[in-house]
Nanobody, 125 residues
């Protein structure tokens, strides 16, 4: 069982930056690929970024490529999403998730086994 808790969301002006964090419980954090998704009301949860268990590879949605960076620190059971050059269309609830699957990349919500409660990101124009 893995419990995930996100933090770091908030209100920021367009062009600004935010750093989201995801704290995970458990002793097997490195066995899970970690992902970040986002969701706005009335729309499906959207893939943002994912990173392998050891942090050696990552993938991004086209909409955030070059602006967002996913990372992880296995000794402290944390994952981060650094978001730069934010746009109003980045506004959403952001979720971190953990996937036990050995196949990668994991870009679909159904591939993830555990989810956090989400953190709101609002980008004003």
């Amino acid at each position: 069982q893995v419990q995930l808790v996100e933090s770091g969301g908030g209100l920021v002006q367009a062009g600004g930056s935010l750093r989201l964090s995801c704290a995970a419980s458990g002793r097997t954090f490195s066995r899970y690929a970690m992902g970040w998704f986002r969701q706005v009301p009335g729309k499906e949860r959207e893939f943002v970024a994912e990173i392998s268990g050891r942090g050696g590879s990552s993938h991004y949605a086209d909409s955030v490529e070059g602006r967002f960076t996913i990372s992880r620190d296995n000794p402290t059971n944390t994952s981060h999403l650094q978001m730069n050059s934010l746009k109003p269309e980045d506004s959403a609830v952001y979720y971190c998730a953990a996937a036990a699957r050995t196949t990668r990349p994991n870009k679909m919500a159904w591939e993830y086994d555990y989810w956090g409660q989400g953190t709101q990101v609002t980008v004003s124009s």
